[in-house]
């Protein structure tokens, strides 16, 4: 155990040795964001674009994804929050 004082606060730092168990806390946390090559080329809107709902008017996309034959797009919008929406069936528009 080390301790020094940074700014007048008392500060410990410890080594955990290997195979303790606490080392695998964030093993599921990606090392990563998906490359360019992971993303799926052919999905109609990327994250992060701006969308008009008939209904909803304006959001942003916050996800996409590829469900069977369906795309699932996840849109923040003011008027009503998240929603999860099939495009098969809702028409956004991009703005």
Same mark, same amino acid.
């Given at each position: 155990? !080390?301790?020094?004082?940074?700014? #007048?606060?008392?500060?410990?730092?410890?080594?955990?040795?290997? #195979?303790? *168990? /606490?080392? +695998?806390?964030?093993?599921?946390?990606?090392?990563?964001?998906?490359?360019? =090559? +992971?993303? +799926?080329?052919? $999905?109609?809107?990327? @994250? %992060?674009?701006?969308?008009?709902?008939?209904?909803? #008017?304006? %959001?942003? $996309?916050? *996800?996409?994804?590829? &469900? *069977?034959?369906? @795309?699932? =797009? !996840?849109?923040?919008?003011?008027?009503? *929050?998240?929603?999860? /929406?099939?495009? &098969?069936?809702?028409?956004?528009?991009? $703005?």
């Amino acid at each position: 155990m !080390t301790t020094w004082s940074a700014s #007048g606060v008392a500060m410990v730092a410890l080594t955990l040795p290997v #195979g303790c *168990g /606490l080392n +695998d806390l964030f093993s599921h946390v990606p090392a990563h964001a998906p490359a360019a =090559a +992971d993303v +799926d080329d052919d $999905l109609p809107f990327r @994250v %992060g674009a701006k969308l008009r709902h008939a209904r909803w #008017g304006e %959001g942003l $996309l916050v *996800g996409i994804q590829r &469900e *069977g034959s369906d @795309v699932i =797009a !996840t849109v923040h919008f003011a008027s009503v *929050g998240r929603k999860r /929406l099939s495009l &098969e069936y809702a028409h956004l528009e991009e $703005l």
